[in-house]
Structure formats: structure tokens, C-alpha cells
């Protein structure tokens, strides 16, 4: 007949596709997210006035959320105004 995985086996298998799957999404992702992090932080630092260093700091923030696999560009701007400050 074929070839069966014993429940424990399969379990094991899909755990590390997961794990493959997660480590190159993540080798893809840092290097970008670096470059960018170095730019926005370099623009915050850059800002002539209260009004633009907000603009670079709430890129930045944005910037992080994506780090989330569950927030992505369509929906940052969502989360990012979930929490109300005082």
C-alpha cells in the first residue's frame, strides 16, 4: 500500500513545514524591515517640525505593526488607532 505517518509523525511533519515556512517569511522580512526601521529613524531625527517628526514616527509605529503576521499595510491603520490615549 503507501506510505502512512503515525499521528504523532504528521503532527511533527506540519510543525516543521510551519517552522520552514516562518524562517524564510522572516529571512525575507528582516532585511527589508531594517532598511526601512534605519530610514525612518533617520527621518524622525531629519524632521524640521512637531507636524513631520509625528508623520515619521507614526510610519514607524506602523512600520512594527506589520511585524504581526495577523496586521498587514491594508489594516495597520485599523489597529494603529485601537487604543485611545487619555
Do not use: D, Q
Request: glycine content about 2%.
Amino acid at each position: 500500500m503507501g506510505f502512512s505517518l503515525p499521528k504523532s509523525g504528521l503532527l511533527l511533519l506540519m510543525l516543521v513545514l510551519l517552522l520552514i515556512a516562518f524562517s524564510i517569511r522572516t529571512a525575507v522580512f528582516l532585511p527589508n524591515f531594517i532598511r526601512l526601521n534605519k530610514y525612518l529613524k533617520s527621518e524622525i531625527c531629519r524632521a524640521e517640525n512637531h507636524e513631520e517628526r509625528n508623520h515619521w514616527k507614526r510610519a514607524r509605529k506602523h512600520l512594527f505593526l506589520c511585524f504581526f503576521p495577523f496586521i498587514n499595510v491594508n489594516n495597520v491603520e485599523s489597529h494603529s488607532h485601537k487604543r485611545k490615549r487619555k
